[in-house]
């Protein structure tokens, strides 16, 4: 193995540098903010991962490898930073993303508890019925801490003896594996990682006509105190409308209830601001306001935006960049799950030629895993 360096501490950044140097890898970590980066898409209370994926069956088939690599980085962390609750999926009319995820659960053999709007209100008082044409709860299914996850993971490459340097990107150049900062320094390794989420495009011109950065809201609440407990308990919550929707993490381990709006924005550039206008949370209580019953008694907390980077389609783009490098983006809202398992195929891939250039597909969730890395990673992670 050589040396290796990864611009980027968010959740890929570093599972990938803890991968790399589980593997026998020399890293350097290179952020332009403290770890963990407030300003990161990472470092929020939550991250959701679930086996409901509609049709991308790739995806869905990825969530139990997940959460073996997920076990793998608790034992060495000697914490569980997650928290299970099950799904609750509700939809305001028949087919669509919620019957695309029925049948491939069940075709995979998962256990789904179909719904009526009547059995939502009678389940879950805090909710209404109303409009409810489709539902299921599928009982797998919780809370990744993702704030603590970075945390950790930031500890245990401190115990790996992973330099961690600060300094903002100016160029990559992943032929020779360098990478250029703002005040000149000039770093140089065998492999470099580019996995600086949504300022990816910026540095990469063949990045910015696929994957672009875009401004997500969300709020933070505090439900009446009859409402609290039951929300304790409370599966998460997706809300499905074709005209925006909305998704709900129950307040677990301390944290907060939080809400946030299903669609991408547009745009945006992620060095604006993280503080949410009073227009942005509205539109997001507005999306809510049907199904959470007394919505206006829940006190706001607050209100912020992180900055995705989006793929169209939220395919994951992990590909070779010429003889040293690779680019991981594209994550859009989902990747958060799957970080410390292609963090492990990644170092996999970065170690083999034939995997290096077999990769893409599989992490786009379109192809099932080249030969060699998928097993390689469930025994490792199974051990």
């Not at 305001?92 to 256990?111: E, F, I, K």
């Not at 005040?183 to 990816?200: E, F, I, K, S, Y």
Request: proline residues 6%; contains cysteine; charged residues 20%.
């Amino acid at each position: 193995m050589g040396n290796a360096i990864i611009l980027g501490a968010g959740i890929m950044g570093l599972s990938t540098a803890w991968a790399l140097a589980r593997a026998g890898w020399s890293v350097r970590v290179v952020e332009q903010d403290a770890v963990p980066n407030p300003r990161g898409s990472s470092v929020d209370d939550h991250r959701l991962i679930r086996h409901a994926y509609g049709a991308a069956a790739g995806y869905m088939r990825m969530i139990d490898p997940a959460h073996a690599a997920w076990d793998l980085l608790f034992a060495e962390a000697g914490e569980r930073p997650y928290v299970p609750t099950g799904v609750l999926a509700l939809a305001h009319s028949r087919g669509g993303w919620l019957a695309d995820s029925r049948a491939a659960l069940l075709g995979d053999g998962h256990a789904v508890t179909d719904l009526t709007g009547e059995d939502v209100a009678a389940r879950y008082p805090y909710l209404s019925g109303d409009g409810i044409a489709d539902a299921f709860h599928l009982s797998t299914g919780g809370v990744l801490l993702a704030r603590r996850i970075v945390e950790l993971l930031a500890g245990l490459l401190a115990k790996r003896g992973v330099e961690v340097l600060r300094g903002q990107a100016a160029s990559v150049d992943p032929a020779r594996g360098a990478l250029t900062l703002a005040d000149g320094t000039r770093l140089q390794a065998d492999l470099l990682v580019v996995a600086a989420g949504p300022w990816g495009p910026r540095l990469l011109p063949s990045l910015a006509p696929r994957v672009r950065a875009t401004r997500q809201i969300i709020v933070r609440l505090a439900a009446p105190p009859a409402d609290a407990e039951a929300w304790t308990r409370a599966p998460m919550l997706l809300d499905l409308a074709e005209d925006g929707g909305f998704y709900a993490v129950p307040p677990v381990a301390g944290t907060p209830l939080k809400i946030g709006d299903h669609r991408f924005a547009p745009h945006g550039d992620p060095e604006d601001s993280r503080d949410a206008t009073p227009a942005e949370a509205e539109e997001i209580l507005a999306y809510a306001r049907h199904r959470i019953r007394g919505l206006a008694d829940y006190r706001v907390l607050s209100a912020s935006a992180c900055y995705y980077d989006v793929e169209p389609q939220e395919r994951f783009v992990v590909e070779r960049l010429g003889d040293r490098g690779f680019v991981m983006s594209g994550f859009s809202g989902h990747g958060f799950k799957f970080g410390a398992l292609l963090g492990l195929a990644l170092a996999r891939a970065a170690g083999d030629e034939s995997l290096g250039a077999a990769i893409s597909g599989w992490a786009a969730g379109e192809a099932p895993p080249p030969d060699g890395l998928f097993a390689d990673i469930k025994q490792e992670t199974t051990a």
